[in-house]
């Protein structure tokens, strides 16, 4: 019992990481219909800039989180020129190998500057330890949790609550009519890109104490991403969470009930069987074949 | 088509290679040797994504079950790798025919991500049934192709080989394309619903493209496991299902010729990048992405005349106007 | 018997009936036009007899055969061709292969013959000199025309045609009159013709069908119609000024 409480609070947090990337996912792609691939890149990014900001250049912590996410920002304003302007009228495919391409390149570059040994990042909460039922829990996954639901809560009050969401939500559902309308479309295409690093680098900064980071740890990521978003609902933000949450606690029970080599079966063939049974996912919305 | 561009294709293969052959060092040959059966299995992916429009990302499981077909059934069960060869191919046949009854009924991203999904499972299998696949540590000591008493151990008579192959790939493939079954797999892709109207049995023709290009992969795959004469499963992670996607791509997608120059940009670039140092992956990257941003027809389509190219960059919207304007 | 009988066909939309108990048949090289207002059903019904939508409710049959459920590609080598509203020629291919993909709907047949079959086609709806080109060069109502022709390879039975004059010029208008008028009287194909040009359907048609929000309102010979109070309520009384005969 005391177990499984471990067990499911680490999953909760492992799975919060996968859901603010799977959101972040998302997002760009209600915004601008790119399935972007370097996600799990961006992710890694998130991580790497916390080990610069706090472990090499040694910033307290809320200075170095601060920095690690004005660096995020402004890679997902520099991916929104380098990429989307120049591929947005390709097909989906080239898309999808342009965003693999530059992937590569971020992984590279992440090598040359960290090169390939595995970093821990700190947490400021890492000495914290909670008592529930017998069980000892990190104070960190519990932040996890707690950081997850309060960007979520951001999230709903961004998109519900302010001019600027509405306008990116009129965006991601008609583009034409949302420019004539008068709204700055490319700016805020940009800012559903911002808002993808963003929830990366945030994904990358909890995930970082709770893992040996290195930098060939972006595609797995991405995987459960996609995992998550496919089970979730393909374009749903609900979706997105419910999925990034599933995946994290079927791979931690997964691990430790069933095999821990064959953890990940479980939530790419629960993925497949969504595909087949259910492509909308959990929280079905109508399927339109972007594609 | 007539049958001239098929020997024609496969004559300049066969004549480039054979000279290259005589000119490179031992490494470089390895690495065109790479190239040739990357080729073949590219030439494949362009039937399911090139005719077809499948997004497939689980190619590289395709190659890998070939590959793991014959290296199990020389090692384990000492079958002759001139048996093996085929029983893999059909062997893999049958996997592409049981993923893509259920599989092929998505289309687009669905279709991408179910296939990668696939590609990963593959890999997480051959990672872990250990008994079977020897895990992450991989098959070894698999044997030599002998043709006629000489093995093909180095790696010119081995290329001189794989050039064969890949130039009789390349010959069908065109025959292919040039037949009744290019032309509906194309069809398919273009329209569904119009190739229905059209008598084509849609779910039929693109099962037919993902086999074929299955069948393909498996040939590379199990080339792969004789030249290398050792395999594992990194050999056929999905990172190598998107290499092949981006060879096709880069090379120029619907076309024999560009699966054949994408995979020789795609293994070479690495290479020629070396000067960058230990950059050279980084803008390996960048250059790919270069290219679909400024070569959006990819290599093949460099020479090939604006009105040529199979893209349909004229809607009909387009074409109303264009017709209502040259009304008198 | 009819070649072609649909009875009682009924497709709902969410809340709205596109059709309602529509009866429609068509006899062996008979000229069959359904017109209504926009939105009366007629593309629906298309979609229900070719298969690209099952209907809900009622039954169709080509000569006797109950094809009410079958999938689209069984019904066209059943003998059933269509064309699209605005044409939808596989851009990927020459003109030619557009052709030489229908002519295939017969399998076992060569290359060769294939070949010989689509230019026989081309020829006859004058497109022969256009065989190699590519879609993208084409006028529109040549485009059109390429789409018919890939339907003709079909060697259809019945041509279910969806607005084939719209968009063409009054030239164009004319050919494609008579080349229907020979499809029927020379190649014994039966013609259903959807269409908004009303000179075209009152010179083409033996028997019209009028539907309006889903309903067949009348059917008759063209002078009935022309003289039906229903029809010019419902549509002609409108439509026939705009149409500009």
Redo the contacts between chains.
């Keep these: 019992m005391t177990d499984l409480i471990q067990l499911l609070i680490n999953g909760l947090a492992i799975g919060s990481v996968y859901a603010l990337a799977a959101i972040g996912f998302v997002i760009v792609y209600s915004a601008t219909g790119v399935v972007n691939f370097a996600a799990g890149q961006f992710v890694m990014f998130g991580t790497f800039a916390g080990v610069a900001m706090l472990l090499n250049a040694q910033l307290p912590w809320p200075v170095g989180y601060g920095a690690a996410l004005l660096a995020m920002a402004l890679f997902g304003a520099l991916f929104f020129v380098v990429l989307y302007l120049p591929l947005r009228a390709s097909p989906v495919v080239t898309i999808i190998i342009g965003t693999v391409a530059i992937g590569i390149t971020m992984q590279n570059a992440a090598l040359l500057a960290f090169g390939s040994w595995p970093f821990r990042l700190p947490s400021p909460v890492e000495s914290v330890n909670l008592t529930i039922a017998g069980a000892t829990i990190s104070g960190h996954a519990v932040a996890v949790v707690i950081v997850t639901a309060l960007m979520v809560a951001l999230l709903w009050l961004l998109f519900f609550r302010t001019s600027l969401g509405i306008g990116m939500r009129a965006v991601a559902q008609d583009i034409k009519a949302a420019r004539l309308m008068g709204l700055k479309v490319n700016r805020l295409l940009a800012l559903s890109w911002i808002l993808a690093a963003l929830l990366a680098g945030i994904a990358g900064l909890m995930l970082g104490p709770m893992w040996f980071a290195d930098t060939s740890m972006g595609d797995p990521i991405a995987l459960k991403a996609f995992a998550a978003t496919i089970i979730g609902g393909f374009g749903s933000l609900p979706g997105a969470i419910v999925g990034g949450l599933f995946v994290g606690l079927s791979e931690v029970l997964g691990a430790s009930y069933v095999s821990s080599a064959y953890k990940d079966l479980i939530s790419f063939g629960i993925m497949i069987l969504f595909l087949l049974v259910r492509p909308q996912g959990v929280f079905g919305e109508r399927i339109q074949d972007r594609g | 088509m007539s049958i001239r561009v098929p020997l024609l294709v496969g004559a300049v293969i066969l004549i480039a290679g054979l000279t290259l052959s005589m000119l490179l060092t031992d490494y470089h040959l390895r690495l065109l040797n790479l190239a040739a059966l990357s080729a073949i299995a590219v030439i494949g992916l362009n039937f399911a994504f090139g005719y077809a429009g499948l997004i497939s990302l689980g190619h590289a499981a395709f190659v890998g079950a070939g590959a793991y077909g014959v290296a199990l059934l020389t090692t384990l069960f000492a079958w002759s790798p001139w048996l093996a060869l085929p029983a893999a191919v059909a062997g893999t046949a049958v996997l592409a025919m049981l993923i893509g009854v259920p599989l092929l009924r998505l289309k687009g991203h669905y279709l991408a991500l179910a296939t990668l999904g696939f590609n990963v499972s593959f890999s997480i299998v051959a990672a872990n049934w250990i008994e079977v696949t020897g895990g992450t540590n991989g098959i070894s000591r698999i044997p030599e192709l002998q043709i006629a008493g000489h093995a093909l151990t180095d790696e010119r008579s081995y290329l001189w080989f794989a050039l064969l192959v890949l130039a009789v790939s390349a010959a069908v493939a065109a025959l292919i394309h040039g037949s009744r079954h290019g032309r509906a797999m194309i069809a398919v892709r273009d329209d569904e619903t119009a190739s229905s109207m059209t008598g084509i049995d849609v779910p039929r023709v693109k099962l037919a493209a993902f086999v074929l290009s299955s069948v393909y992969a498996a040939v590379a795959g199990g080339l792969f496991a004789f030249h290398m004469r050792f395999i594992s499963p990194e050999d056929f992670g999905y990172a190598h299902s998107i290499t092949y996607l981006a060879m096709l791509v880069v090379g120029g997608e619907g076309s024999i010729v560009g699966a054949i120059l994408g995979a020789l940009l795609v293994t070479f670039l690495p290479e020629w990048l070396r000067f960058l140092g230990s950059a050279y992956l980084a803008f390996f990257g960048l250059f790919v992405l270069a290219i679909l941003i400024f070569l959006p027809s990819g290599l093949a389509g460099i020479r090939r005349p604006r009105s040529f190219r199979r893209h349909g960059l004229m809607k009909w919207p387009a074409l109303v106007a264009a017709s209502k304007e040259a009304r008198p | 018997m009819s070649l072609l009988q649909a009875t009682e066909i009924a497709k709902r939309y969410g809340g709205l009936a596109a059709l309602a108990d529509v009866d429609l048949s068509v006899g062996e090289a008979e000229f069959v036009a359904v017109i209504g207002p926009n939105g009366a059903g007629k593309s629906t019904l298309l979609n229900v007899l070719?298969?690209?939508a099952l209907p809900d409710k009622g039954r169709a049959l080509l000569d006797g055969w109950d094809m009410t459920r079958a999938?689209?590609?069984k019904r066209?080598?059943g003998g059933l061709?269509?064309t699209?509203q605005?044409?939808?020629?596989?851009?990927?291919?020459s003109v030619l292969?557009n052709v030489?993909?229908?002519a295939?709907?017969q399998s076992g047949r060569s290359?060769l013959e294939?070949r010989e079959r689509a230019m026989a086609v081309l020829d006859q709806m004058g497109l022969a000199a256009e065989a190699q080109l590519?879609?993208?060069?084409?006028?529109?109502?040549h485009?059109r025309m390429v789409?018919m022709c890939?339907?003709l390879a079909?060697e259809p039975r019945v041509l279910l045609l969806d607005e084939p004059a719209a968009?063409l010029?009054s030239a164009e208008v004319d050919q494609l009159v008579d080349r229907l008028t020979d499809l029927r009287t020379k190649h014994r194909i039966a013609i259903v013709l959807i269409e908004h040009n009303m000179g075209m359907v009152m010179r083409l048609a033996e028997r019209i069908i009028v539907l309006n929000f889903g309903c067949k309102i009348a059917e008759g010979t063209p002078s009935e119609i022309q003289s039906d109070p229903a029809v010019l309520s419902a549509y002609l009384g409108e439509g026939y000024r705009h149409a500009g005969v």
Excluded: D, K, Q
Aim: hydrophobic letters at 30%; glycine letters at 16%; charged letters at 25%.
């Design positions: 070719t298969g690209l999938a689209t590609h066209v080598r061709g269509r699209f605005h044409g939808r020629p596989f851009e990927r291919l292969e030489m993909t229908g295939a709907i290359e294939l590519p879609i993208g060069s084409l006028s529109y109502g485009r789409e890939r339907a079909c968009g010029n």
